[in-house]
Every structure is written in structure tokens, then in C-alpha cells.
């Protein structure tokens, strides 16, 4: 039988199926690898079809046929903890950085979290619809296929559900997929300064409405000194848990609370950032399936020279992943890849940890295991060609972007721009 395919990449040097076992990888399990050489593979109505030798593919037929030129090809990459939808930028904080002035400090301000709240609440879902589309469409040209989106600059209920139906009109309407978490446990708004409790009570009545109309499928919460304890941040998730929701956590981003400990307790999803983990909440992220999501980013950006643990949470048979935290204040870029080069240089992650970061254990932190971050037959074909020679290369190379070609659902959704002929090497 000939097959005709939409499109077949062949003539690949290095191909990632990333095609384990189902679930999380753990610990060591992290540091395999399925790379196929030589490789090529097929695509037919959105789905990878057929993958095989280069040979192999020369007997096959293809609308479109792409020559990889010995280079690399991967899934689609998967951010799973941004803050995607926001109204305004914070520039302006840059000046109180350099000088010294902590992130919290900044916050306690009333700015930070809160000057970006101020321009959301401000800003038209039609605004902050194209903007969000803006940090998605550059996300795409560095390889991302699908991401989750956190709301929490709202912190009221007209804004939070503004912010969450932009993420869901956005999923719709562009190719990407976006799974979305109700962040409305961000900060306290100024109209409830020192009453944390009504104010969590207010966000939790929002969950029937966030459930009916299909907005969020998981519920977070900042749990830091000045914004939310330990122990609120427990009863807000369980409650959300109670109702159905998955749940994530910035846990330790700043101050070490313990909130990596009550993560893995109340069984989360993820804990995201885990920078001042607990020895013992390091233990328990080996011993539970809660996926660490670390955003080196972000340490980098805080500049206090302090990163997660990775290397101590895959000894102690944790799953890690790794995201941007694609946000106006503490992590500003949509750059994943830099995000890989950061984990390889602060982390100390391996080529083959760092891919599997940002692939399979990424979307099993956001619940799309069975969906994202594999190349197999059946799956979506979310694919990247590199203009890279391998996979060590990504990690090593700094600061630019690495992506050829990236396909989603089996249609090339960027190439690389190309200088004017005169200059172009291809
Ligand atoms: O806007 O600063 N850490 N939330 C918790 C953030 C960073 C986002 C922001
Ligand atoms: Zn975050």
C-alpha cells in the first residue's frame, strides 16, 4: 500500500521521540533518552503517522517534503507555568532593582504584582486578547507548542474571569494549546490589606462559576512571606481540590516556608520554583508524584544567586521540569530556550534531563501527558526542526533562537526569517 503523507521530514541527523514509558520520568530515569538517526517521520491530518529510517521515507509520498540536512527534530516544547495574559509592563521597576530593592519589598509597595493587577483591571479583553496572542506567537517561534496559562491579576472577580476567558478564546483561535489555572490566590488587593482570609473566600466562590464555564483545570496559589501562608495556602487548595480542580503552587520561591512539604502532602500536581526547598521537601518530591517545576529564569532575573536543587531532587527520585515563567516582574521572556542553557549552567542538568524537562515531565505537569512532549504514532504532531547539529547544542549555544521549523497539528506555523537573499546561506 503507498501511503501519502502531508508531510514527511527526512534526512534527520537526530530524532527525539522521547518515546519512554507513560508517566513522569523520575530521578535517574531522567537521564535516558530514545534518540532515533537518520531518521524521518510522517504526518497525515494533524497526527505523526509513520516514523522511520531516511531509506525508508525515499519510497514514501508527501504533499510536502522537508530535508532536515542532518539536523535535529524534537516534540513541540511544553512551558507548563506562565503568566501569559496581562495588561501593561513593569520597565519601570528596573531602576528600584539596580537599586537594591527586593521583589517583596517592591510588592508591600503596592507595586510589583499589584501595579500589573492596576493595568489588567484597566485593560479591555479585546487588549489584553492581542497581547496575550503577541507573548504567544513569539513563544511558538521558539518552539513551544503548548502552555499553561495562569490568571491572577485580577484578584477580583470581573478581571480574573476576563483573564481566563482571554486564555480561552486565545486556545480556540490560535493553533497553540493552552491550559489554564485560576491564579486568583496571587497577592491580597489593596481593598482587603490585612483581611487574607474574606479575601481568600471571595476567590474560592469563584470556582463554581470557573467550573460551569470550563475555564481553569487547575487552581495555584503564591504561598509566600507577605501574600499567603503555609497553612492558607493548604485550605484555599484543598477546598479547590474538593471541587475538582487539579492544583500547583509557588512554593519557596523567596523565603524557604515549607511549602514544597504541604505540596507533595496535599498531593499537587506540581511545586513550582522550589528554590529554598527543605531537605525534607525534597525527600517528599521523591516520594510523591508531585513534578517540580523549576523556572531558573526567574532565580536568574531575582539575581540573588540562589537556584533549586535539581541535582538533589532527581538523587532523591524526583521529576523535574523546567518553564519560563513567562511574567512582567520576575521572569520577563518567552525564551524557553534560554530557560535550558540556565539549567545547564546554574542546574547542572544533562543535555538528555534538560529534553526531557521541557517535554514529557512538562506536560505531565500540566496533565497532557498522554497528549504532549512524545513524538509516537497517534500523537499530535507537534514538531520542531532545529538548525542545530544535535541535542547538546541547544543547552550550550546562548541567547539566540535555535527553531527551523516548528509544525503543530501537522502545519508549519513558523520558519525562520530569512535575510534578504543576497545574504542567505540557504
Ligand atoms: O507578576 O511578579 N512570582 N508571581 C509570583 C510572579 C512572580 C509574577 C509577577
Ligand atoms: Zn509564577
Given at each position: 500500500?503507498?501511503?501519502?503523507?502531508?508531510?514527511?521530514?527526512?534526512?534527520?541527523?537526530?530524532?527525539?521521540?522521547?518515546?519512554?514509558?507513560?508517566?513522569?520520568?523520575?530521578?535517574?530515569?531522567?537521564?535516558?533518552?530514545?534518540?532515533?538517526?537518520?531518521?524521518?517521520?510522517?504526518?497525515?491530518?494533524?497526527?505523526?503517522?509513520?516514523?522511520?529510517?531516511?531509506?525508508?521515507?525515499?519510497?514514501?509520498?508527501?504533499?510536502?517534503?522537508?530535508?532536515?540536512?542532518?539536523?535535529?527534530?524534537?516534540?513541540?516544547?511544553?512551558?507548563?507555568?506562565?503568566?501569559?495574559?496581562?495588561?501593561?509592563?513593569?520597565?519601570?521597576?528596573?531602576?528600584?532593582?539596580?537599586?537594591?530593592?527586593?521583589?517583596?519589598?517592591?510588592?508591600?509597595?503596592?507595586?510589583?504584582?499589584?501595579?500589573?493587577?492596576?493595568?489588567?483591571?484597566?485593560?479591555?479583553?479585546?487588549?489584553?486578547?492581542?497581547?496575550?496572542?503577541?507573548?504567544?506567537?513569539?513563544?511558538?517561534?521558539?518552539?513551544?507548542?503548548?502552555?499553561?496559562?495562569?490568571?491572577?491579576?485580577?484578584?477580583?472577580?470581573?478581571?480574573?474571569?476576563?483573564?481566563?476567558?482571554?486564555?480561552?478564546?486565545?486556545?480556540?483561535?490560535?493553533?497553540?494549546?493552552?491550559?489554564?489555572?485560576?491564579?486568583?490566590?496571587?497577592?491580597?488587593?489593596?481593598?482587603?490589606?490585612?483581611?487574607?482570609?474574606?479575601?481568600?473566600?471571595?476567590?474560592?466562590?469563584?470556582?463554581?462559576?470557573?467550573?460551569?464555564?470550563?475555564?481553569?483545570?487547575?487552581?495555584?496559589?503564591?504561598?509566600?512571606?507577605?501574600?499567603?501562608?503555609?497553612?492558607?495556602?493548604?485550605?484555599?487548595?484543598?477546598?479547590?481540590?474538593?471541587?475538582?480542580?487539579?492544583?500547583?503552587?509557588?512554593?519557596?520561591?523567596?523565603?524557604?516556608?515549607?511549602?514544597?512539604?504541604?505540596?507533595?502532602?496535599?498531593?499537587?500536581?506540581?511545586?513550582?520554583?522550589?528554590?529554598?526547598?527543605?531537605?525534607?521537601?525534597?525527600?517528599?518530591?521523591?516520594?510523591?508524584?508531585?513534578?517540580?517545576?523549576?523556572?531558573?529564569?526567574?532565580?536568574?532575573?531575582?539575581?540573588?544567586?540562589?537556584?533549586?536543587?535539581?541535582?538533589?531532587?532527581?538523587?532523591?527520585?524526583?521529576?523535574?521540569?523546567?518553564?519560563?515563567?513567562?511574567?512582567?516582574?520576575?521572569?520577563?521572556?518567552?525564551?524557553?530556550?534560554?530557560?535550558?542553557?540556565?539549567?545547564?549552567?546554574?542546574?547542572?542538568?544533562?543535555?538528555?534531563?534538560?529534553?526531557?524537562?521541557?517535554?514529557?515531565?512538562?506536560?505531565?505537569?500540566?496533565?497532557?501527558?498522554?497528549?504532549?512532549?512524545?513524538?509516537?504514532?497517534?500523537?499530535?504532531?507537534?514538531i520542531v526542526l532545529w538548525d542545530v547539529p544535535n541535542y547538546h547544542y541547544v543547552p550550550y549555544h546562548y541567547g539566540v533562537n535555535h527553531t527551523h521549523t516548528v509544525i503543530k497539528n501537522g502545519r508549519i506555523i513558523y520558519r525562520k526569517e530569512k535575510l534578504h537573499d543576497q545574504f542567505s546561506t540557504h
Open positions: 500500500m503507498t501511503q501519502h503523507f502531508d508531510i514527511i521530514i527526512d534526512n534527520i541527523g537526530q530524532l527525539l521521540t522521547m518515546d519512554h514509558r507513560d508517566g513522569p520520568l523520575k530521578g535517574k530515569e531522567m537521564s535516558s533518552l530514545p534518540v532515533l538517526e537518520h531518521a524521518a517521520i510522517g504526518m497525515r491530518d494533524g497526527l505523526v503517522e509513520w516514523i522511520g529510517t531516511h531509506e525508508e521515507a525515499q519510497k514514501l509520498k508527501a504533499t510536502e517534503r522537508i530535508d532536515a540536512e542532518g539536523k535535529l527534530v524534537t516534540p513541540g516544547l511544553v512551558d507548563p507555568h506562565t503568566h501569559l495574559v496581562f495588561g501593561g509592563s513593569r520597565e519601570h521597576e528596573m531602576a528600584l532593582k539596580q537599586q537594591g530593592v527586593p521583589y517583596l519589598e517592591i510588592l508591600k509597595q503596592g507595586g510589583g504584582i499589584l501595579s500589573t493587577v492596576k493595568a489588567t483591571r484597566e485593560a479591555s479583553l479585546e487588549e489584553l486578547l492581542q497581547k496575550a496572542r503577541f507573548h504567544l506567537n513569539r513563544m511558538i517561534s521558539y518552539g513551544v507548542t503548548t502552555v499553561e496559562a495562569k490568571s491572577g491579576y485580577g484578584l477580583n472577580r470581573p478581571t480574573e474571569m476576563k483573564q481566563l476567558l482571554v486564555a480561552k478564546q486565545l486556545n480556540e483561535e490560535h493553533p497553540a494549546d493552552i491550559v489554564s489555572t485560576f491564579l486568583g490566590a496571587h497577592a491580597i488587593p489593596p481593598e482587603y490589606k490585612g483581611r487574607s482570609e474574606e479575601f481568600l473566600k471571595e476567590m474560592l466562590s469563584l470556582l463554581n462559576d470557573i467550573e460551569r464555564e470550563n475555564l481553569a483545570e487547575f487552581v495555584d496559589i503564591f504561598c509566600e512571606t507577605g501574600v499567603f501562608t503555609v497553612e492558607e495556602s493548604r485550605q484555599f487548595l484543598q477546598k479547590a481540590m474538593e471541587k475538582g480542580f487539579s492544583v500547583k503552587i509557588h512554593a519557596d520561591e523567596i523565603d524557604p516556608l515549607g511549602g514544597t512539604e504541604m505540596a507533595t502532602e496535599i498531593g499537587a500536581t506540581s511545586g513550582d520554583h522550589l528554590v529554598g526547598a527543605s531537605e525534607k521537601g525534597i525527600q517528599a518530591l521523591g516520594a510523591t508524584d508531585t513534578i517540580a517545576v523549576l523556572l531558573p529564569g526567574t532565580s536568574f532575573y531575582l539575581n540573588k544567586g540562589k537556584f533549586a536543587n535539581a541535582r538533589g531532587m532527581m538523587e532523591a527520585g524526583a521529576a523535574v521540569a523546567l518553564s519560563t515563567d513567562f511574567n512582567p516582574g520576575s521572569s520577563p521572556t518567552e525564551n524557553l530556550q534560554f530557560i535550558m542553557n540556565l539549567a545547564s549552567l546554574q542546574l547542572k542538568m544533562t543535555p538528555e534531563e534538560i529534553w526531557n524537562a521541557v517535554t514529557v515531565n512538562a506536560a505531565y505537569a500540566i496533565n497532557r501527558g498522554e497528549q504532549a512532549g512524545k513524538l509516537v504514532k497517534g500523537r499530535k504532531a507537534d
